[in-house]
């Protein structure tokens, strides 16, 4: 989450100054022997008292707010801060709304896993992974299936391979107790680009009428 930022400018000064969003001295609670005042529009009013800076404020009609705590002298700006405080919630909930929770989705296969079965599993994990979402695949070894883990290796390239259009392989293969798993994530999505404007053909010159012969003398 972004604040916001006010610019203010003279001749002789420039600074730009960010609002925080989490808490804001206002009003009466400003106690600052001196403040440098901001207008409602951003212009620099000044050093002035915070009972001044308060008048200045109230008729206006707006509230004093202290924008910039650690500065010397503090800084206030006059502004709506109810109006603030609604705008910065509205922006909160959209940046909410925006944001996307990137699952773990798990795929499940044993060694003998028949094609049919392969095939399944691999759309499932194509289509997660086209989702946006990261994918482990793993193999479980049962009994003697310990004996040939190379089989979950194979297995487990074979099912990258067949999604390395749309993800890549974070983590190898590699075999944690029965289990050997790999990690698929979502290739990054680039957008098509904008196909270029035809070339015009050029004009060809214009053909250049032949000058009249001069009429023979009589």
Known sequence: MHPAFFVFTNPHFLEVFSIATTS????????????RLISEE???LGIVSSEEALRIATEAGYDLVKIAPNSNP?????????KFRFEQTK???????????????EIRMS??????????????AQKFLSDGDRVKVSVRFRGREMAHTEIGVTLLKDFADKCAEIANMDKAPKLEG?????????KPVT????????????????????????????
């Open 24 to 35: 804001h001295e206002i009003n009466e609670q400003i106690r600052d022997p001196q403040v």
């Open 91 to 105: 922006k909160e909930k959209e940046a909410k709304k925006s944001q996307r929770v990137i699952e773990i989705k």
């Open 42 to 44: 951003g212009e620099q």
């Open 178 to 186: 029965r289990n050997m798993s790999m990690f698929l994530s979502p």
């Open 74 to 82: 503090p800084v206030c700006r006059i502004m709506d801060y109810g």
């Open 111 to 124: 060694p003998g896993i028949d094609t049919n079965d392969f095939n399944t599993k691999l759309k499932n």
């Open 191 to 218: 957008p098509p680009k904008k196909p270029g404007k035809p070339k015009q053909p050029k004009p060809s010159p214009a053909a250049v009428p032949a000058e009249a012969e001069p009429a023979a003398a009589e």
